[in-house]
């Protein structure tokens, strides 16, 4: 029987960002205050919760860590629950509301943000864990992560590559925990304090697909979709008995708020969140598998215990 650590991560993006347009301008959150009983909803399944806290912030709203102070009761609750805060910045450069957001794409100049904007952030959020918003990295950037005393990153999109000029490049990269190169993100190297978590990819349809889609696994999709990427997932995947197998969900806010209406992928409807998630621990029992939900620097710790275990 294998071991299956099943980690929920919602990245507290605004409304509208992430869509089939990406859209930086956006900064409002109704998304974030629909979820604020979702942790009583989902009962026990703890929660890694990717709260925004960067740069464009500061700019545009007053603060690096608005969210986290404009949210206090809701990150004080869910941690007392067991759940887990995290840091999860979008490096946008935008001095003003009618000044476009701009990716800090260049290694160096992300790197120098990220430590500019740690020495605030960590005086609010002593997060262990970390995720770069949209869904990339570069030697340079992980290596600064690290750097900043970080045990985990989810930031890794098995298979999926930016468009062009984007800095995302997940090709190649393996679709469980691994440490990467010092030299290139897309290959495992030998251990250090940084492991990669990646956001487990599959092949998901949508309505407006003609064929099926590499996706994150994504709990807030419409139920339907959600049961026919998991058939097609359970009748290619192998465990092997000795692996300890992580699963990295995630999802956005407004991808389960009604008010953002149902669309070819999104259901917005927390209870099709909650029946997909029961739907994904199911299968995996029925296989006769061993199942618990964790939070991500739980899966971290708990997948070096396994590997000092089988060396």
């Not at 930031?155 to 190169?181: C, D, L």
């Not at 692996?243 to 008010?259: G, K, N, Q, R, Y």
Request: proline share 6%; with cysteine.
């Amino acid at each position: 029987m294998s071991k299956h650590l099943l980690c929920l991560t919602i990245d507290t993006d605004p409304d509208g960002l992430s869509g089939i347009v990406t859209n930086r301008q956006t900064l409002k959150w109704s998304g974030l205050e629909h979820l604020q009983n979702l942790p009583e909803t989902l009962g026990n399944i703890p929660i890694s919760w990717f709260v925004r806290a960067d740069g464009q912030l500061e700019s545009i709203l007053g603060s690096a860590t608005y969210l986290l102070e404009r949210y206090a009761s809701l990150w004080t609750t869910v941690r007392s629950a067991g759940h887990e805060l995290a840091w999860h910045p979008h490096l946008y450069r935008q001095l003003k509301p009618e000044d476009e957001a701009t990716l800090i794409a260049h290694p160096n100049e992300a790197s120098e943000e990220l430590d500019r904007l740690w020495g605030t952030v960590r005086t609010v959020l002593p997060a262990t864990s970390f995720r770069n918003g949209e869904g990339w990295h570069s030697p340079e950037t992980y290596a600064t992560i690290e750097r900043l005393g970080f045990r985990c990153d989810s930031t890794a999109i098995p298979g999926r590559k930016g468009a062009a000029g984007h800095p995302m490049n997940w090709e190649g990269v393996p679709n469980q925990p691994y440490f990467p190169s010092p030299t290139d993100m897309q290959k495992a190297g030998r251990e250090r304090s940084l492991l990669e978590l990646p956001m487990n990819t599959w092949m998901v349809k949508a309505l407006h697909d003609t064929a099926p889609r590499l996706r994150y696994i994504n709990p807030a999709v419409h139920s339907k979709i959600f049961a026919n990427a998991l058939r097609n997932w359970e009748n290619t995947r192998t465990f092997s008995p000795s692996t300890l197998h992580i699963w990295v969900m995630i999802f956005h806010p407004d991808e389960v708020s009604p008010a953002q209406g149902e669309d070819g992928l999104y259901s917005r409807s927390t209870s099709d969140l909650s029946a997909n998630l029961a739907c994904f621990l199911e299968n995996l029992q029925r296989a006769g598998q061993e199942v618990e939900w964790v939070t991500v620097a739980q899966a971290a710790d708990r997948w070096r215990q396994h590997q000092e275990q089988i060396r």
